[in-house]
Each structure stands twice: as C-alpha cells, then as structure tokens.
C-alpha cells in the first residue's frame, strides 16, 4: 500500500526565511499532489495543487515542487511569518478524488 | 456563512454506546467525504458519497454507518463504541469526483470514548 512520509520533528526557523518542507512516497504514482495547512482544532485548509506533469507551481509567497522520479514533493514559504506556524499536510491524489494525507510537519516562526 | 460544518464539536461517551456526527455542506458541492484523524495526526479516508450514492467505502468497520439524505448532509453513525474509536472526525466536501478538486473540510468533532 501507499506510503507518504513528512518529517515528524517539527521544523523551527526565524521569521523573514523561507521554510522547506518535504513530502516523499513510496508505492504510489499520484496524478495529483496537494498541500493544505491545519491549525490546532480546525479542518485542513487547502493551499496548493500540483499536477504529475507539472515540475512546479507557485502562489504568492508559496512554491511546490513534484519529482516523481524521486517520488517527492517539496513545500516552500519565503519571507516566512508568524502566522505561517502550522502543521502542513501533503496528499496524494488518486481514483475518484480520493487522498492519502500524510501526517503532517509543524512549522514553527518565530520572530 | 460556515461552508462545511459539523455537530457537535465535542463528544464524550461510553463503550458500547451509539452516536451520531452530523454534516451539512452550503457549497452546493456534489460529494462529500469523512475522515478519521488519529492521535498521530493521519488523516485517512473513510468513506465518500456522490450526489448521495456511495463511492468510497474504506475497510472500515460495519459499525460506521454513514448516511446522505440528501447532497449537502452526510451523517455518521457508530454503533458499539470502542475505545480504538477515540479520534478527531472530519467532514469534508468538494465540487465533484473530479481527481484534484480541492476539498473542503469541516471544523472536526473529536470523539472521545471511555
């Protein structure tokens, strides 16, 4: 079955750098790769969409890559803030919109 | 106006008791979803229904029940609680079956079985 791995050690950085975060599989070729945002005790909100044949896509201060020879997807967020600290999910798209989310990676700004 | 929403918020019960989650979506969105969010924070995919007809049913026990009256309600009833069933609940809608259509979800409602 499908596997989707985000770090699970949250990633603390100073606020005004941009936030790497990393999004790997295994066992799965999505047609679709999304990445959304929680906030402690919300529903995930949806951030950005990224197709297979798509190498990368941006929306303001935010950039996702897809290699899927390598099987991985990577979240950015320059000139990151404070109100950008949250948990980022990434999900793989498959038959019939469905996702597999993965677990999550919480990102910590500080000013 | 809440686009997904969810009732109740909180709910705390017994092993072996019935609940329900309610699930109303204002989007006029034509498949609706539940998932399970457990401690370590994976979100997974329960089930899904279109226009009211199921179309995801993961391996989940027959004790869930998920029920659409109509295409804007999709309800959740669990019968014999257990306490592996502790968990955050999530609705979630989106505009059609179509593979990358954003999804919308709910605020959760976190289950808490004693």
């Known amino acids: 079955s499908q596997k989707i791995e985000q770090n699970s050690e949250a990633l603390n950085i100073q606020e005004g750098k941009t936030a790497t975060l990393t999004c790997n599989y295994t066992?799965?070729?999505?047609?679709?790769l999304q990445w959304y945002r929680q906030d402690p005790g919300r529903g995930p909100v949806f951030l950005l969409l990224?197709?297979?044949?798509?190498k990368e896509k941006r929306k303001e201060r935010l950039k996702v890559t897809f290699d899927t020879t390598l099987k991985q997807s990577l979240f950015h967020i320059t000139a990151s803030q404070p109100a950008d600290s949250a948990t980022y999910l990434c999900?793989?798209?498959?038959?019939?919109?469905?996702?597999?989310f993965g677990s999550g990676t919480k990102l910590n700004v500080k000013p | 106006d809440t686009a997904v929403s969810q009732t109740p918020k909180y709910l705390v019960t017994q092993m072996g008791n019935d609940k329900s989650i309610k699930c109303e979506q204002n989007?006029?969105?034509?498949?609706m979803y539940w998932y399970k969010q457990d401690s370590k924070k994976f979100l997974k995919i329960m089930f899904s229904?279109?226009?009211?007809?199921?179309?995801i049913n993961e391996t989940v026990p027959n004790r869930f029940s998920p029920k659409s009256p109509d295409k804007a309600h999709l309800n959740l009833h669990i019968n014999s609680l257990e306490l592996g069933d502790s968990a955050v609940y999530f609705c979630?809608?989106?505009?059609?079956?179509?593979?990358?259509?954003?999804?919308?979800f709910g605020p959760g409602t976190r289950l808490t079985v004693t």
């Open positions: 229904y279109n226009n009211k007809e199921l179309i």
């Open positions: 979630a809608s989106s505009q059609d079956l179509v593979v990358g259509h954003e999804q919308y």
């Open positions: 999900a793989l798209g498959g038959d019939f919109n469905k996702f597999y």
């Open positions: 066992n799965y070729s999505p047609a679709y």
């Open positions: 990224i197709r297979e044949n798509e």
């Open positions: 989007l006029g969105h034509d498949t």
